[in-house]
């Protein structure tokens, strides 16, 4: 059973060959270059899967697979939908790797600095803080900054520090926050002074908002600050004010700048502007109708027609070639990266992992859903990433690095334990 | 304290839990529910982008005559119409910039190849993929619809003949019309055109039945009881409705007592003004309820809703003029053919179609419309009593213009009125014509008498048929 077991975990590794000979038979040409990279694609996938499995004891054997699927899925809709892109992606992938075994291997010396709560605090501020500097625009965000020929997208990095920060500095003050200090209302409040550092979150998500246009970001750091505070205080007076925040900033928002209004107003009624500004979520509904349950095929769908639909949209291209059984599986797959992840948490007697191995899969969990309720109409849209599928270094890397500290934090406790 | 983070996890995971299934079950919405109205919106490029990489399928006519195909030509692939502008209003264009219409629009998936089952089994439908479209056989016959045309002449107007027993349309004329091969060129000045060459007046042109709506008040005055098939009425010069109202014979004759069946044969203005006010506006609306007039029906063209008088507010006089045909009743060349249609098949009117059959590039049939009943409109009994007048108004009365020597024909004339103009010159009615019992409608703009200018384009019409007959 548990050889079969295995073998299964193994097979994701091989969607990539399978794709690639599909996209053979349906092109009838393929550069070699690709077909060199396919190959070492579905080594690296099996050869990573060794080495992990052989290097760290009591390591995790579900999330590397999962992601390994996901990576696949990433490769086969980039050579389908920018073949141009295939190589870059793969290359990200192979330093996603590359990070994620030094995550793992240096874990003891960069889980210590959860001991320096602001240092991580700082790192963040600084950041995010340079972002508001040096932002260059790209694609109507603001959130990028370019180092020589690299544009790297810094709030993917900084989501990083912020939840090692929120991790250690929640689990040192946890008793204060949830000392009822100050009773006002039903509202108990801990002094001014220990609520600052999450205030402080709270305001630089809100200048992403506004100064970056980056809502995706925005709403995700938010709501981790959010989740994380909860977790670790079981204090329902912050979720109240949270919301009270939320719905406050939101409403000014909303009054102020005419971004806002123009996603709100695509969101409720995208036909009255199908041709124009609600173009990309009509053409990404038309995708996904498109493909009903099973899918047009892989290669027999348009969803070039949607813009950004490598980065942003690519989901609804695998709705549209893949069918609702496709996304479905997408779908399944990160729930259980996060169920394995949870269960690392729940695990967990140190409290400050325990806590930062749940921020790191929540916070996978949420930006995926932000993204996928965006392009599905659910929400309204917000421009981010979907985590290890859409076409993206800093994403790519950054979400190599949260799975290198998940299997790292789950592979510790285990051999404490 | 441990024990409490984890509740808290638990807690939040529920959250996410919840959030996933909405996700899910809005995605299902998208992906099951809505799937064929995003496949088919008129604004997703995708069946057009399929359509680019196969030859899109013939349009023929009952006798497989071409009435569209494509031709590829190096790189491009042309539409031809042979018949030109023939065939514009049922078959409508295949526009570049323009869009389409008529049945290259409502039988789009079918030409382009696109079947919605096949599609929904995902890439399966890969295996069947075709390099050629289905052929779409209409019920128009190239013949009928030639000898329509020419009949009319240079006149603005419609005509519309079809299979009494089936609804199968066997011709559809609208005039003014457009060439489909330059309607790209051409559009700008047709859409101008002050007398629409674009619209199909035969199933969406809207006019006053006038004198032809006689047939149908009778039935409903029969089954109301206010006169009886016995029964004489004084006609003629004028209807008095009191405060100086009054509505004359054409030409102001004088008929005496006659009943319901010379009244139909003179068309007497008195008799049917008297009848529909004996009836009142409440009779009358439960009539035109009856024969569908209110009723809509889907079927592979676009018809027009006919426009129906406010019965309730209606004035006396107003009661009076939809006993013949004016006021504001509005209908089209399509609604009389079918009215006409019910009094000789028994009181049924079928739904009309133009689409026979769709058939696969190899010549297999995929697809064959079934006749099917519009509603049972009146009673057999009445039926026939109605049919019989109809036969005598064109024997004795004013339809003996489409007399064809053997044919049994049942008509009624019309000369409406209206605002525009000269009169609208109205003939419509049934004839067995060889083994085919036709219903038919023609309607000429402005063109004066219905039994001197309608009738002879049945005559014509008729005379076709029976020579392809003898073929």
Redesign the interface.
């Given at each position: 059973m548990n050889y079969l077991k295995k073998k299964i975990l193994l097979l994701p590794s091989l969607v990539i060959i399978l794709a690639v000979c599909i996209f053979y038979l349906h092109n009838k040409i393929i550069t070699d270059a690709n077909l060199v990279i396919a190959a070492a694609a579905a080594i690296l996938f099996l050869a990573g899967l060794f080495i992990v499995r052989i290097y760290l004891k009591n390591v995790d054997n579900y999330i590397l697979p999962l992601v390994i699927f996901l990576c696949s899925i990433s490769l086969i809709m980039i050579l389908r939908l920018k073949p141009t892109l295939f190589k870059a992606q793969f290359e990200w992938i192979c330093i996603g790797f590359i990070l994620l075994g030094l995550t793992v291997t240096f874990a003891d010396k960069i889980l210590q600095f959860l001991d320096y709560p602001y240092l991580l605090g700082l790192g963040s501020i600084i950041i995010i803080g340079s972002v508001l500097l040096f932002g260059t625009d790209i694609g109507g965000n603001k959130n990028w900054i370019l180092i020589g020929p690299f544009q790297i997208q810094p709030s993917e990095f900084a989501k990083l520090l912020i939840l090692g920060f929120l991790a250690s500095y929640l689990q040192e003050n946890k008793n204060t926050l949830n000392l009822p200090n100050r009773h006002w209302i039903f509202l108990y409040l801990p002094p001014l002074r220990f609520l600052a550092p999450l205030v402080l979150i709270w305001s630089m998500a809100l200048l992403m908002f506004v100064y970056q246009r980056d809502l995706g970001s925005a709403l995700l750091f938010f709501s981790m600050a959010v989740?994380m505070t909860?977790?670790?205080t079981?204090n329902k007076s912050y979720l109240f004010l949270s919301g009270v925040f939320f719905i406050f900033s939101g409403f000014i928002s909303y009054m102020l700048f005419g971004h806002v209004r123009v996603r709100v107003a695509i969101w409720l009624n995208p036909w009255a502007d199908?041709?124009g500004k609600a173009y990309q979520i009509?053409q990404s509904?038309?995708a996904?109708?498109?493909?009903?349950?099973?899918?047009?095929?892989?290669m027999?769908?348009?969803p070039d027609?949607i813009p950004a639909v490598y980065t942003d949209f690519i989901f609804s291209a695998i709705?549209e070639e893949f069918?609702?059984l496709g996304?479905?599986s997408v779908?399944l797959t990160y729930?259980l990266i996060?169920f394995r992840g949870?269960k690392i948490?729940?695990t967990c007697?140190d409290?400050k992992y325990?806590?930062l191995s749940?921020g790191l899969s929540?916070t996978m969990?949420?930006q995926a859903?932000i993204i996928?309720?965006g392009v599905?109409?659910?929400l309204p849209l917000t421009g981010i990433t979907l985590p290890f599928i859409s076409y993206g270094g800093s994403s790519m890397t950054a979400s190599f690095i949260a799975i290198g500290l998940i299997l790292a934090i789950g592979a510790k406790e285990n051999n404490c334990a | 304290?441990?024990n409490?983070?984890?509740?808290?996890?638990f807690?939040?995971?529920r959250v996410?839990i919840v959030?996933?299934v909405?996700?899910?079950i809005?995605?299902?919405y998208?992906?099951?529910i809505?799937?064929?109205?995003?496949?088919n919106?008129p604004?997703?490029?995708?069946i057009a982008?399929r359509a680019n990489n196969t030859l899109r399928g013939d349009i023929m006519d009952c006798n497989g005559k071409k009435i569209a195909y494509s031709k590829k030509s190096g790189e491009k692939i042309e539409r031809i119409y042979p018949y030109n502008e023939l065939f514009a209003a049922p078959v409508g264009y295949l526009g570049k910039n323009i869009g389409s219409a008529g049945i290259e629009q409502s039988q789009n998936s079918n030409l382009c190849g696109i079947n919605m089952t096949l599609?929904?089994?995902?890439?399966?439908?890969?295996l069947f993929m075709v390099e050629k479209g289905n052929s779409v056989k209409l019920t128009l016959n190239a013949d009928i619809q030639k000898s329509a045309w020419d009949a009319m002449g240079n006149r603005r107007g419609a005509v519309v003949v079809m299979d009494a027993a089936t609804g199968a349309v066997l011709a559809m004329v609208s005039k003014p019309s457009f060439n489909p091969n330059t309607v790209d060129e051409d559009w700008k000045k047709l859409y101008a055109d002050k007398a629409s060459p674009l619209l199909n007046r035969a199933a969406q042109g809207l006019y006053p039945p006038g004198s032809s709506i006689k047939p149908m008040i009778a039935d409903a005055a029969l089954a109301q009881n206010v006169i009886n098939t016995t029964e004489k009425i004084y006609c003629g010069p004028y209807y008095d409705l009191g405060n100086n109202q009054k509505i004359g014979e054409a030409d102001k004759a004088v008929y005496g007592s006659i009943n319901l069946e010379q009244g139909l044969i003179h068309s007497s203005n008195v008799m049917f003004a008297g009848l529909a006010v004996k009836m009142g506006s409440e009779g009358l609306q439960q009539a035109f309820k009856r024969f569908g007039f209110y009723d809509n029906f889907q079927t592979d063209f676009a018809a027009q809703m006919p426009h129906i008088p406010n019965f309730p507010k209606l004035s006396k006089g107003e009661t009076a003029q939809v006993g013949i045909g004016q006021a504001d009743l509005l209908v089209s060349p399509l609604r009389m053919a079918m009215l006409a249609s019910a009094f000789g098949n028994n009181g049924k009117c079928m739904k009309p179609y133009l689409v026979a059959q769709v058939l696969s590039p190899q010549g297999q049939v995929i697809h064959t419309t079934m006749p099917a009943e519009f509603k049972e409109v009146t009673t057999p009994d009445r039926a026939n009593i109605i049919d019989n007048y109809m036969k005598a108004v064109v024997l004795q009365g004013t339809g003996r213009k489409a007399i064809v020597k053997g044919v049994t024909i049942a008509g009624k004339t019309g000369t409406a009125e209206n605002p525009f103009g000269a009169d609208h010159a109205w003939f419509i009615g049934t004839a067995q014509v060889g083994t085919k019992h036709i219903a038919f409608a023609v309607i000429l703009e402005n063109s004066g008498y219905g039994g001197s200018e309608a009738a002879p384009v049945i005559k014509d019409i008729i005379n076709t048929m029976l020579k392809e007959d003898q073929k």
């Open positions: 989740m909860y977790a670790a079981s199908p041709m009509v509904l038309f996904l109708g498109y493909g009903g349950v099973f899918g047009a095929g892989f027999h769908g348009s027609i709705g069918g609702l996304v479905l779908i729930l996060f949870m948490a729940l007697t409290e325990k806590l749940f929540a969990l949420l859903f996928l309720a599905t109409k659910l | 304290m441990h409490n983070m984890n509740k808290n996890m807690r939040i995971m996410f959030l996933f909405l996700l899910i809005n995605l299902s998208i992906q099951v809505k799937s064929d109205w995003f496949t919106n604004l997703n490029p995708r982008n599609h929904k089994l995902g890439p399966i439908e890969q």
